[in-house]
């Protein structure tokens, strides 16, 4: 891959993610849905544990989502990553914050570091799989 690819793909990317957290935070949960490849392809692990092992397993869980968050508030650090590996794949890393509101309007506030492959099929970049690692407090 030429430095002007590896450029444009880097440059794509991060617009992705930045669309991410903006949808996210203006649609709330089930914009996930729209983010993950939906086909078998796709996993995603959270704090060692296999949560999605397809992209209908996610889309699933992320319907039920909606029964008990309200809101989600994401941002990503300003150390976001990407590592272009072709035209169409690149993995990405960063910090992240995620407030999540539920129904009843409780927050509880998550930090911690994200990564993931992203893949463009059909002109669109979209997560193939993803892992979320929460910070935990000293001591714990």
């Known amino acids: 891959m030429s430095a002007a690819e590896r450029t444009a793909v880097d440059e794509s990317v991060r617009g992705f993610m930045a669309q991410v957290a903006q949808e996210v935070t203006q649609g709330g949960p089930t914009t996930w849905s729209k983010e993950f490849e939906d086909g078998p392809n796709f ?5 060692g544990v296999l949560v999605f092992p397809s992209g209908a397993a996610a889309a699933q869980g992320i319907a039920a989502l909606t029964q008990i968050i309200k809101k989600i508030e994401l941002q990503w650090g300003q150390e976001l990553r990407v590592d272009p590996l072709s035209p169409e794949l690149a ?3 960063s910090t992240y914050q995620e407030i999540r509101t539920d129904l009843q309007g409780h927050e509880l506030t998550e930090k911690g570091y994200f ?3 992203v893949e463009q099929r ?3 970049w979209q997560f193939r799989n993803a892992h979320w690692s929460v910070e935990t407090p000293p001591g714990k």
Do not use: R, W, Y
């Open 115 to 117: 990564t993931g492959v």
């Open 43 to 47: 996993f995603m692990a959270s704090e």
């Open 122 to 124: 059909n002109g669109k």
């Open 91 to 93: 993995a990405v890393g």
